[in-house]
């Protein structure tokens, strides 16, 4: 595809150019461009943009095009569009130069015939010969000195993989001299916290999981929740909590109601920890599953200076790994190798290796876009499975992700929750992810995994579901 230059004097005051290359179709090509014209500071904040039909126009493209470019962009934050206003750059700051365990005293089986526990990928469906075929790879041309004491930032051959990577796929601004691997999103918390890099008190969702904050506890940092909506956290509730400097959010899909955070509380907490020198820690625990929405990229890449982006392959290849990663700012890069510490906490060097050429070789993307379809073809299962067994309850939070909210009828949980036990099946109660110290008001529903089992057991572990659900409420 050709660069183009687009004439925005009437409406910008200088020539905007705009490279409409690279790799996908033409509404990837004008994103990047886009997005790159307002990263460079040649598109300032408070700009107004013209008309998706006018940009199409000028470019020779497809109104559907530039539109849903104009929505991804606003849909992560670089974009703002109201009513009346037109489409505007987003304020932003500069680019960077480069504890309690839950409580659960409801039944729970003794031997576990049907799994839909949240938070694991279907074990199965590992890539055993691509992953074997890695390893062999990665071994043969791997220096000797791989296989000494190493450093505790991780190898560079995966940092600089998954610096490319999320780049690409999640819209990450980050070099590999920013990445520390680690072994898991617990272990960043412990390195953080534990580590005394940050101290509480920390604002969270007044969902999450509770071994999270049992983490957060065991490190003494006290957790202070935000009000959940339809449109995420409520972050403008930030300013008002006394004494807090950093919160942990999981922007991309609320863990475990769903949905993504509104661009405008993207925007709203990204201005927040600018203004009082704060953090956001950005949980992106599955930001690779999007099945009937594009994905929406990092809170990361709005402000690299002012949060830390945590992820891990635990949703996307195995639990069993142990490997995950902090994105982080230039100045905490040093405590984070502190806290560290020597070589007891470090990830296995042949692992890193491993899957900084399985990301390299594609065999990562091959795999994503497989367990991706699978999932949605489960997700859309359940879905026709409620709506033939129990049309009165809705499924939500299912745009993406590896797990389903099923909401009850007031009053069920519980009695559905030990239903379920007394029929072999595991699953959560969305009560057991509420924060001891929220306000907002709670809601009875089911935490259902489709991810976990088995494809030959995922049809009985549905039926065994839908033999537990109750009936609609009566009147």
Request: with cysteine; proline share 8%; glycine share 10%.
């Amino acid at each position: 595809m050709a660069d183009s230059w687009v004439n925005l004097a009437e409406r910008l005051g200088s020539d905007l150019h705009l490279e409409l290359t690279g790799p996908g179709g033409r509404r990837a090509a004008l994103t990047r461009a886009l997005r790159s014209a307002v990263r460079d500071g040649r598109l300032a904040a408070g700009a107004r943009l013209p008309p998706y039909r006018s940009l199409a126009a000028d470019l020779g493209l497809a109104r559907n095009t530039v539109a849903d470019a104009y929505s991804e962009l606003v849909a992560e934050g670089w974009l703002v569009a109201r009513q009346g206003s037109g489409t505007r750059v987003a304020r932003r700051t500069e680019p960077a130069r480069v504890p309690r365990l839950p409580n659960r005293t409801l039944a729970r089986p003794a031997a576990i015939v049907h799994n839909l526990r949240q938070g694991q990928p279907e074990a199965a469906s590992f890539p055993r010969a691509a992953w074997l075929a890695a390893a062999r790879r990665a071994l043969n041309v791997a220096p000797d000195e791989a296989f000494g004491p190493g450093d505790p930032q991780g190898r560079h051959e995966l940092r600089r993989a998954l610096a490319e990577y999320l780049a690409r796929a999640r819209g990450v601004r980050t070099t590999p001299d920013r990445i520390v691997v680690c072994s898991g999103f617990a272990h960043a918390l412990r390195l953080l916290f534990g580590g005394r890099v940050l101290r509480g008190p920390l604002a969270v969702e007044s969902y999450g999981l509770a071994f999270h904050r049992a983490v957060l506890a065991a490190a003494a940092v006290r957790t202070l929740p935000l009000t959940l909506d339809e449109d995420g956290a409520r972050t403008d509730e930030l300013a008002g909590l006394a004494g807090v400097r950093t919160v942990l959010l999981t922007p991309a899909h609320q863990f475990p109601t769903g949905g993504p955070l509104h661009p405008e509380r993207r925007v709203t907490a990204a201005e927040w920890a600018r203004t009082c020198g704060g953090l956001i820690l950005e949980d992106d625990y599955d930001g690779e599953f999007r099945y009937d929405r594009e994905p929406v990229g990092a809170v990361q890449g709005l402000d690299p200076e002012r949060v830390v982006y945590l992820g891990s392959v635990s949703k996307s290849l195995s639990p069993a790994l142990r490997l995950g990663w902090l994105v982080l700012p230039k100045h905490l890069v040093p405590p984070v190798l502190t806290a560290k510490g020597e070589r007891e906490a470090w990830a296995s060097v042949v692992d890193q290796l491993t899957l900084a050429d399985f990301i390299d070789s594609g065999h990562y993307d091959r795999h994503l876009r497989r367990m991706r379809q699978r999932y949605r073809a489960r997700r859309d299962r359940l879905v026709a499975t409620l709506a033939a067994q129990a049309p009165h309850i809705a499924p939500t939070g299912i745009a993406a992700g590896l797990h389903a909210v099923l909401r009850l009828p007031p009053g069920t949980e519980r009695s559905v929750v030990e239903a379920a036990a007394r029929q072999s099946i595991a699953l959560d109660g969305l009560a057991d992810f509420r924060h001891p110290a929220a306000v907002m008001p709670g809601h009875d529903g089911l935490v259902v995994g489709y991810a976990t089992p088995s494809d030959h057991g995922y049809g009985p572990a549905l039926e065994a579901l839908g033999r537990i659900l109750p009936p609609p409420a009566e009147g």
